[in-house]
C-alpha cells in the first residue's frame, strides 16, 4: 500500500573522516576541561561544587562522544541509541532516588 | 483396596473439617481489604467471562465450516479505544482504592499500643511496654490499635498476620511499622513471608486476639516484672548515658526528657521529628544526630548493644518525662566517667548484671 | 469443507528437500562451529529444552514434598536448594531465552528477508555463555546446591548463607550476557538487515515483540549483572554496598535486582504474544486486528517495563510517595496486554478458524494469560498487594504468566513452526490431546494456589499448616498431569522427526516470508533476495500468489 | 524509521558481483556491513552505560547519606596520580582517535604507532592504578575484614589527612568511609576491567595492524574498537570528580 516507504532510500552516505585538526583541538579542550574541574574543587561553592563538576564531565564526555566517537558525523540512529542508553540511565536513577529522596517525608 | 481405603476416608474426613476458601477477617481493616479485593474479583471475572464468550462464540460462528472465507478487517479505531479506556479507568480506580487502603495500613493512629517485634533467623520475639516478652507469637486485645515497631537483626523477614490482612517486612537496621485493630478473639496464624535461610518455614507463631479483660490477665500474669522502659533505665545507666543526658545545665548532651515526638533542630540546620527511628539512630549512629548546640561527642553504640537493647532504651526515653530519677540514678551509682565517655565502664560490668543478659551484647 | 487448512504435498511423492540448512554439512563440529542461525536455533532447542526438564524435575520435588504439611520428603535446605534451582533453571536458562534463542533465532532473519543474523560468530558467543552458565548451574546443583531462592536476597545471600552463591551468580551473570548478546543481534539485524520494501510496519508482529523484548535484554540485563557482581564482592571481599551493618542500604539490592528482573517478566512474556499473533492470524485466516496497536503495545511494554519495578517492594519499606508514582504505572503498564487481548479476540472475528494444536495452545495461552494479567492488577494495587505478596498468590500468578502464558506460546510456536523446521509434521490428533491435557493439569496445578494464596499461605515453605493441605494434594495432582502434557510433545515430535508426514512449504497456507521458501530452509534461507511488495497476514497476496503458481505451471 | 537497509536499486541479488574480501556473505553491501557492525557496537555501549549506572546510583545514594566519610575517604586519594592518570587516558583516546584517522587514511606506520602509544599509555594508567591500590592495601583502607578507620578518626597520624586538614570524625561517620571504599574499589575495579580487556585486544590488534589487515579500507573493526576504548574514557571522566574531587577546598 505505502509504495513511497518501499522505495524510501537514503543516498549513498559518504563515510565522515574527521581531520586530525579537530582530534587535536578536542584534545586541548579535553585537558583544559580537567584542568577546569580539578580548580574548581578546590573553591568553595558550596552545593554547586558538584554540580559544576558534573557539568564539566558532562560536557567533556559530550565533546568525546561527538568527535572522538563521531556521533556527530553519524546516522539519526545512533544518536537515538545514545539518546535511549541515557533516558534508560536517568530511569534508573531518577526511579530509585524517587523512593530514597521521598522516604524522608514521611515516617512510613 | 483394604488398606488404603481408611487413609483415604481419613484425609477425606479431616479436608472436610478442616477446609477453608476464605481466611477469617478479625482485624478492623479486613472487611475493607476484602472489599476491594472481591471488587477486583468481580472485574476480573468479568472481563474473563468476556474474552471466553468472545473467543468461544467467535470460535463457533465464524469455524472454517461455518465461515469459509474470511472477511479482512484492518481493525477499528472505536473499538480499540473503548478496550483501551475502559480497562485504564478501571485499574485507576483500583489504583487510588488501593492507595487509600495501603496508607490506612501503613499510618498508625497517634493512640495506638505499641509492641516491638525483632525477626531473627528464625523466630519472632515481641516486646510488650509492659515488659512481657513474647516468643513466636503475639497476644493483642481486642479493639485496641496495635502499632507494631519491626526490626530484624540480621536477614530480611515478613511479619504477616493474613487473618488481619496485614504484612510489613522486618528490615535489617531500620525501623518499619504496621498497625491493626483486632475486633475477633481467637487464634490466627503468624506466618514469615520472606524467605529467610534454612528454617523459613518454621519461623511461624500464634496470634491470640482477647478480651481487653482476658488481656490484662495475660499481661499481669507473664510480666517478667520489669517494664521494658525499666529495663531501657538499666541500660541507661549501665551505659552511662546519664553521664551525659541528665538535664543538668552544665551537661554535655541533651535533656531527653519529653524529647519523644518533639522537633529538633539539628547542627546540620535541618530539622527532625524525634521519633523511635530517630532516637534508634542517634544512638547508633549519633553524630549525623547532634542537636543544634551540643558538641558530637557522643560515641557510637553500634557493636555494643544488640536490637533488644536499643528498643529498651528507645521505650525508655519515649517515657522519660522528667530528668528526677537520671539525676537520684546519677548520684546513687556515682559512674561519672572521666574522659570522653567511653564504653570502657560497660566492659567493666559483667555482662550478667545486666537484667536477664538483655540488651548487651555478649562479650 | 474441510475443517482444516493444512495442505500437505502427495506423500507419496513428496521428498524432503536434498539440501537444506541440516543436511549443508555433517558432523559435529559443523554445529558446534556453525554460524547459521537456524543451526544455532538448534543447538538452543536442544539445550533449553534439556534444562526445561531438569527444571521440571525440580518442580515435580517441589509438588511431592508440599503433598504433606510436614517437611518429610526432604530436610527444609534441601527444599529450599530445590525452589533454588527451580527458579534459576527455569528463569534464566528456560523461560529467558526460550522463545527468542530457538524460534527468535530461527525466524527473524527469514522473517525480514535476511540470510542470517547480522553478527552470527556473537549469536554462536550467546549460545556458548548460556552453555556455561547451564554448566555453572549444574555445577552448583551437584556441589551441594545453593538456598537463596532466585532473587539472591541481600544481606542473606551475602552474609548468612555458606552454600554455592558464587557459582549461582557467576552463572546467572554469563547467562545474562548470553541474552544481551542475543538481543542486541536481534536489534542489529532488524534495524539492518530488512530486505527491499520490508517496512516497519510490514513487519510480522513476532518481529516486533521480539524487537521490544530485545530492548528489555539490553537495557535491563546488566543491572542485574553489576549487581550480582556486588553481591560477589560483599560475599568475598566484604565491600559494604548492601551490607547494613556497613551502612549499605539492602534495599538498594532489590532496586538494582528488580530494576532487570521485572522487565525480564516481559522479556519472557514479549515474544510468547509474537507467537501468539502468528498463531491466530494464521488460523483465522485473517489479517490481526489492529496490527498497529498490536505492535506499539508491544513497544509500550517495553518501554513502561522499566518504571513499574518498585510494585516488588511496596511491602519492603520503600517511600509511600514512589509507591504512589510506581503502582500508578503498574496500571498503566496492564494496559497494553489488555488490548492485545481483546485485538487477538477480535481477529477471530469473521475469521475461518480451525482448531489445529498451535491454535489450541494459543486459545490456552489468551484464557491463562487473561487470568495471569488480571491477578497481576491484584498485587501492583497496593492496598491488596499487602496481602496478597509472597503468598501462593504470587506463586499462581506469574505462573499463570509464565507457564499458563509463555509455555503456552513457546509449545504453540514450536507446533506451529515445526514442519518449518524439520520439513515433517507433527502428529495432529495426540498433540491435540497433549494441548488440552496440558491445559487441565495446568489449571488443576496452579488455580488452587490462588486460594491458597488469598488464605495467607506463605511462598517457600517446606512445611505448612494442615489446613492448606488439601489445596496442595490438588495442586500436586495436577502437576502430575502437567508433568505427562509436557512429556507427550517430546516424544511425538522426536517420533517426527523421522515419521512424521513431508510438510511441503507451506502447510499452513501462512503468509509470512518464512513460508514462502523450503521446509527445512537452506542455509541462506533464499535463493533470491526477496522484495516484499505487501502488508503482512495479506491472505489475498497468497491467493493471488497461489493462483499465478497455477496458471504457470498450468 | 528512516534507516531502511540501504540496498542497491533492483534488490536483486546479484551476488556475483565482486565483493570485497572483508565482506561476510549474509551482508547485501559493504555499508549495511558497517552500519550494523557500528551499531551492534553502539548497543553493546549501551549495556556498559547501564552496567554502570548501577555503580553510579549506589554512589549518588551514598554520597548523600554518608557526605563527610566520602569527603574524607576522597581526601586519601592522590590528587596528582589522579590527575595524571586522567591525563594518560585523554592522551590515550586521542592517540586512539588518531589511530582511526590512521586507518582510514590507510596510513599502515602511523596506524601502529598510535596504537602502540595507545597501549602504552593504558598500561601506564593500569600502572598508576597500581601504585594508588598498593597504597591503599598498605593503609587497610580495602574494604573488608582488614578495614581500619584510623585515618579517619584519628587523621594527625595519617599523612593525606593531615595535608588536607582533615578533622577527626566521629567513629559511627569514619565506619561509613567503608561504603566510599568500598565504591571506588567497585567503580575503579570495573574500569580497570574494561582497561585490560581493551589492552588485551590492542595487543591483538597491534599484531594485526603491522600485518596491514586495518589499512586497506576496511576500518570497521578499528572503529568499534574506538568507541569502546573511548566509552572507557568516559567512565574515568565522571569516576576522576566524583571520587577524588570531593570538596577539596576545606
Known sequence: MSEQHAVEQQGHKEHHIVSPVVYVVIFFSLLVGTAATIGASYLDLGVWNPVIAIAIAVCKATLVVLFFMHVRYSSRLTMLTVGAGLFTFMALIGMTLSDYISRAWGRW | ?363 | ?554 | ?250
Open chain 2, 1 to 363: 483396596m483394604d488398606h488404603i481405603s481408611p487413609v483415604f476416608w481419613q484425609f477425606l474426613v479431616k479436608w472436610m473439617t478442616d477446609f477453608a476458601l476464605f481466611p477469617p477477617e478479625a482485624s478492623k481493616i479486613a472487611p475493607q481489604m476484602d472489599a476491594l479485593f472481591f471488587f477486583m474479583v468481580l472485574v476480573s471475572l468479568i472481563g474473563l467471562t468476556i474474552v471466553i464468550l468472545l473467543v468461544t462464540s467467535f470460535s463457533i460462528l465464524y469455524s472454517k465450516k461455518r465461515h469459509p472465507i474470511a472477511v479482512q478487517i484492518e481493525g477499528s479505531t472505536l473499538l480499540e479505544a473503548t478496550w483501551t479506556i475502559i480497562p485504564l479507568g478501571l485499574f485507576l480506580i483500583m489504583f487510588v482504592w488501593g492507595a487509600l487502603i495501603y496508607f490506612r495500613v501503613y499510618t498508625p493512629p497517634a493512640n495506638a499500643m505499641n509492641i516491638y517485634v525483632v525477626g531473627k533467623q528464625w523466630m519472632w520475639k515481641a516486646e510488650h511496654p509492659g515488659g512481657q516478652h513474647e516468643i513466636n507469637s503475639l497476644h493483642v486485645p481486642t479493639g485496641r490499635a496495635v502499632q507494631l515497631t519491626l526490626i530484624s537483626q540480621d536477614v530480611f523477614h515478613s511479619f504477616s498476620i493474613p487473618a488481619f490482612r496485614i504484612k510489613r517486612e522486618a528490615i535489617p537496621g531500620r525501623y518499619t511499622t504496621v498497625w491493626f485493630e483486632p475486633t475477633t478473639p481467637g487464634t490466627y496464624h503468624l506466618f514469615c513471608t520472606q524467605y529467610c535461610g534454612t528454617s523459613h518455614s518454621a519461623m511461624i507463631g500464634d496470634i491470640v486476639v482477647m478480651t481487653p479483660e482476658d488481656f490484662k490477665k495475660w499481661q499481669q500474669e507473664s510480666t517478667s516484672g520489669m517494664s521494658l522502659a525499666q529495663n531501657g533505665e538499666r541500660l541507661f545507666s549501665s551505659l552511662s548515658c546519664n553521664a551525659c543526658h541528665n538535664g543538668r545545665p552544665d551537661s554535655r548532651g541533651p535533656s531527653l526528657a519529653n524529647v519523644y515526638g518533639s522537633k529538633l533542630t539539628l547542627t546540620s540546620g535541618q530539622s527532625a521529628t524525634a521519633d523511635e527511628a530517630y532516637l534508634r539512630e542517634s544512638i547508633l549512629n549519633p553524630s549525623e544526630h547532634v542537636t543544634q548546640g551540643y558538641a558530637p561527642i557522643m560515641p557510637t553504640y553500634q557493636g555494643q548493644i544488640n536490637e533488644d537493647g536499643v528498643i529498651a532504651l528507645v521505650e525508655y526515653i519515649k517515657n522519660l518525662s522528667s530528668n528526677y530519677r537520671v539525676e537520684q540514678t546519677l548520684n546513687t551509682t556515682g559512674l561519672l566517667p572521666e574522659g570522653e565517655g567511653t564504653p570502657a565502664a560497660v566492659k567493666q560490668q559483667p555482662a550478667g548484671k545486666t537484667p536477664a543478659g538483655q540488651g548487651t551484647v555478649k562479650q
Open chain 4, 1 to 250: 524509521m528512516s534507516d531502511s537497509p540501504a540496498i542497491v536499486h533492483g534488490a536483486h541479488a546479484d551476488a556475483h558481483h565482486e565483493h570485497p574480501p572483508y565482506q561476510r556473505h549474509h551482508f547485501e553491501t559493504m555499508e549495511q556491513q558497517v552500519d550494523a557492525t557500528s551499531f551492534a557496537m553502539w548497543l553493546f555501549l549501551l549495556t556498559e552505560i547501564m552496567f554502570f549506572g548501577g555503580l553510579f546510583t549506589a554512589y549518588l545514594i551514598y554520597r548523600n547519606w554518608y557526605y563527610p566519610a566520602f569527603v574524607a575517604g576522597s581526601h586519601q586519594l592522590n590528587i596528582f596520580w589522579g590527575s595524571l592518570n586522567t591525563l594518560v587516558l585523554i592522551s590515550s583516546s586521542f592517540t586512539m582517535a588518531m589511530g582511526v584517522w590512521c586507518a582510514e587514511m590507510r596510513k599502515q606506520a602511523g596506524l601502529v604507532l598510535c596504537l602502540v602509544l595507545t597501549f602504552v599509555l593504558g598500561i601506564g594508567f593500569l600502572g598508576i592504578k597500581t601504585i594508588e591500590y598498593k597504597e591503599k592495601i598498605e593503609k587497610h583502607h580495602v574494604p573488608g575484614f582488614h578495614y581500619s578507620v584510623q585515618s579517619f578518626v584519628n587523621p594527625a597520624t595519617d599523612k593525606e589527612a593531615t595535608e588536607a586538614k582533615d578533622k577527626p570524625l566521629p567513629l559511627d561517620m569514619a565506619r561509613r568511609t567503608e561504603v566510599y571504599f568500598s565504591l571506588y574499589f567497585a567503580m575503579t575495579g570495573m574500569h580497570a576491567l574494561h582497561m585490560i580487556i581493551g589492552i588485551g585486544i590492542l595487543g591483538f590488534m597491534i599484531f594485526r595492524a603491522r600485518a596491514g589487515a586495518y589499512t586497506t579500507g576496511h576500518v570497521t573493526f578499528v572503529e568499534n574498537f574506538g568507541l569502546y576504548w573511548h566509552f572507557v574514557d568516559i567512565i574515568w571522566i565522571f569516576l576522576f570528580p566524583l571520587l577524588y574531587l570531593i570538596s577539596r577546598y576545606s
Open chain 3, 1 to 554: 469443507m474441510s475443517s482444516t487448512i493444512v495442505s500437505l504435498p502427495d506423500q507419496s511423492t513428496a521428498r524432503i528437500p536434498k539440501t537444506n540448512f541440516i543436511t549443508k554439512e555433517n558432523g559435529i563440529l559443523s554445529w558446534l562451529l556453525t554460524g547459521d542461525h537456524k543451526r544455532i536455533a538448534i543447538l538452543y532447542l536442544i539445550s533449553i529444552t534439556f534444562f526445561f526438564f531438569i527444571g521440571g524435575a525440580l518442580a515435580g520435588l517441589i509438588r511431592l514434598e508440599l503433598l504433606t504439611p510436614q517437611s518429610d520428603l526432604m530436610a527444609t535446605d534441601t527444599y529450599n536448594k530445590v525452589f533454588t534451582m527451580h527458579g534459576v533453571v527455569m528463569i534464566f536458562l528456560f523461560l529467558v531465552p526460550s522463545v527468542p534463542a530457538t524460534l527468535g533465532n530461527f525466524l527473524i532473519p527469514i522473517m525480514i528477508g535476511a540470510k542470517d543474523l547480522a553478527l552470527p560468530k556473537v549469536n554462536l558467543l550467546s549460545w556458548y555463555l548460556y552453555i556455561i552458565g547451564g554448566i555453572l548451574v549444574l555445577y552448583t546443583m551437584i556441589s551441594g546446591g545453593v538456598d537463596t531462592g532466585w532473587t539472591f536476597t541481600t544481606p542473606l545471600s551475602t552474609h548468612y548463607v555458606n552454600t554455592n552463591v558464587l557459582s549461582t551468580g557467576l552463572a546467572v551473570f554469563i547467562a545474562g550476557f548470553s541474552s544481551i548478546f542475543t538481543g542486541l543481534n536481534f536489534i542489529v539485524t532488524i534495524h539492518k538487515m530488512r530486505a527491499p520494501g520490508m517496512t516497519w510496519f510490514r513487519m510480522p508482529l513476532f518481529v516486533w515483540a521480539h524487537y521490544a523484548a530485545s530492548i528489555l535484554m539490553v537495557l535491563g540485563t546488566p543491572v542485574l549483572a553489576i549487581a550480582i557482581v556486588l553481591v560477589a564482592l560483599e560475599r568475598t571481599i566484604g565491600i559494604g554496598v548492601f551490607d547494613p551493618t556497613k551502612g549499605g542500604d539492602p534495599l538498594l539490592f532489590q532496586h538494582l535486582f528488580w530494576f532487570y528482573s521485572h522487565p525480564a517478566v516481559y522479556i519472557m512474556i514479549l515474544p510468547g504474544m509474537g507467537v501468539i499473533s502468528e498463531v491466530i492470524s494464521t488460523f483465522s485466516r485473517k489479517r490481526v486486528f489492529g496490527y498497529t496497536a498490536v505492535a506499539f503495545s508491544s513497544v509500550a511494554i517495553a518501554v513502561f517495563g522499566f518504571f513499574v519495578w518498585e510494585h516488588h517492594m511496596f511491602i519492603m519499606g520503600v517511600s509511600s510517595y514512589s509507591m504512589l508514582v510506581f503502582s500508578l504505572l503498574t496500571m498503566l503498564v496492564a494496559v497494553p496486554s489488555a488490548i492485545k487481548i481483546f485485538n487477538w479476540t477480535f481477529t477471530l472475528y469473521k475469521g475461518s478458524i480451525t482448531f489445529e494444536t498451535p491454535m489450541l495452545y494459543a486459545f490456552g495461552f489468551m484464557g491463562l494469560f487473561t487470568i495471569g494479567g488480571l491477578t497481576g492488577v491484584f498485587l501492583g494495587t497496593s492496598g491488596t498487594d499487602i496481602h496478597l505478596t509472597e503468598t501462593y498468590f504470587i506463586v499462581a500468578h506469574f505462573h499463570f504468566v509464565m507457564v499458563g502464558g509463555m509455555l503456552m506460546a513457546f509449545l504453540s510456536g514450536i507446533h506451529f513452526w515445526w514442519p518449518k523446521i524439520t520439513g515433517r509434521m507433527y502428529p495432529e490428533k495426540i498433540s491435540q490431546l497433549a494441548a488440552l491435557v496440558t491445559f487441565i493439569g495446568f489449571n488443576f496445578t496452579f488455580f488452587p494456589q490462588f486460594i491458597l494464596g488469598v488464605l495467607g499461605m506463605p511462598r517457600r515453605y517446606a512445611a505448612y499448616p494442615p489446613e492448606f493441605q488439601i489445596l496442595n494434594v490438588f495442586s500436586t495432582a495436577g502437576a502430575t498431569i502437567l508433568g505427562v502434557g509436557y512429556l507427550l510433545p517430546i516424544l511425538y515430535l522426536t517420533w517426527s522427526l523421522k515419521y512424521g508426514e513431508i510438510a511441503g512449504n507451506n502447510p499452513w497456507q501462512a503468509t509470512g516470508l518464512e513460508w514462502q521458501i523450503q521446509s527445512p530452509p537452506l542455509t541462506e534461507n533464499f535463493i533470491e533476495l526477496p522484495v516484499m511488495d505487501h502488508d503482512a497476514y495479506d491472505y489475498e497476496w497468497l491467493e493471488r500468489q497461489k493462483e499465478k503458481e497455477v496458471t504457470s505451471v498450468g
